[in-house]
């Protein structure tokens, strides 16, 4: 299976200014789409035209949610805290989705995995990103398997999701992670960049690997508190 490493493209400055401009359609936003709704409820319109305006504001709405998480470097509050808690959390907030869908999430947590210093309620967007894309790359069912581990002598942690889904063609492989490269109708294409800037901003990497027909495996490996 090739390696790809998610693209690094150095995007800060672009981002900050994103984030901002995120920040003020949002606002219009939210107000649009309430309008829209109140339309589709009062019936003398055409509501297949709204259906497809709500579609479209919720997809601008989660452009911007994610573009969002470029914003404020500031005042980070980075807390310790258990990798398998927070792995847990992820897939039980993750198992009634994969579940409808035919999904069976299986895991095996090392005991006592260790702890980390993070931004908690960002590194669970990440691996919900990551479980997410499994359970879209599977609509007819299949399996994931998520791991923690510690390697390179306790020093690190190595957080692992696999899915037995479609994999990534070769051809589009050195596009995944590039912003708005989607192969989804309605994706934002952000999800992995996204990631990929969460997991390195906890001084860790994400690695992708995928093999055609067989499927997918989304590694970050982040250091561990206290290491040296
Ligand atoms: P989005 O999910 O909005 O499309 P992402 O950045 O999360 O954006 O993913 C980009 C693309 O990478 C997806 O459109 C898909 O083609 C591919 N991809 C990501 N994860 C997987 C996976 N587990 N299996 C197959 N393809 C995947
Ligand atoms: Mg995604």
């Not at 109140?38 to 035209?49: A, D, K, P, T, V």
């Not at 305006?53 to 470097?73: G, H, Q, T």
């Not at 359970?135 to 390697?151: F, K, L, S, T, W």
């Amino acid at each position: 299976a090739d390696e790809l490493l998610v693209k690094s493209e150095r995007l800060s400055a672009v981002g900050e200014m994103a984030a901002g401009i995120a920040h003020e359609i949002r606002n219009p936003l939210t107000t649009l789409k309430g309008f829209v709704q109140l339309m589709q409820s009062s019936q003398n319109m055409e509501n297949f035209y709204l259906a497809v305006m709500r579609d479209e504001f919720e997809r601008i709405e989660s452009i911007l949610n994610e573009l969002l998480v470029f914003a404020r470097p500031t005042a980070r509050v980075l807390e310790r805290y258990n990798c398998a808690h927070l792995v847990q959390e992820v897939i039980d907030l993750m198992t009634p989705q994969a579940t409808l869908q035919n999904i069976l999430i299986s895991h095996s947590i090392e005991i006592g995995s260790l702890d980390i210093m993070c931004e908690k309620s960002r590194l669970k967007q990440v691996l919900v990103n990551v479980i997410k894309n499994a359970i879209e790359a599977m609509p007819n069912g299949g399996q994931i398997d998520i791991y923690v581990r510690a390697v390179d002598e306790q020093q690190s942690v190595s957080i692992g999701v696999r899915d037995n889904g479609p994999g990534i063609p070769a051809e589009v492989a050195g596009r995944i992670g590039e912003p708005f490269y989607t192969t989804k109708g309605t994706g934002t294409g952000l999800g992995l960049m996204v990631s990929r800037k969460i997991v390195e901003a906890h001084q860790g990497i994400l690695r992708i690997q995928s093999e055609e027909g067989r499927g997918t495996h989304v590694e970050m490996i982040l250091p561990v508190h206290g290491a040296q």
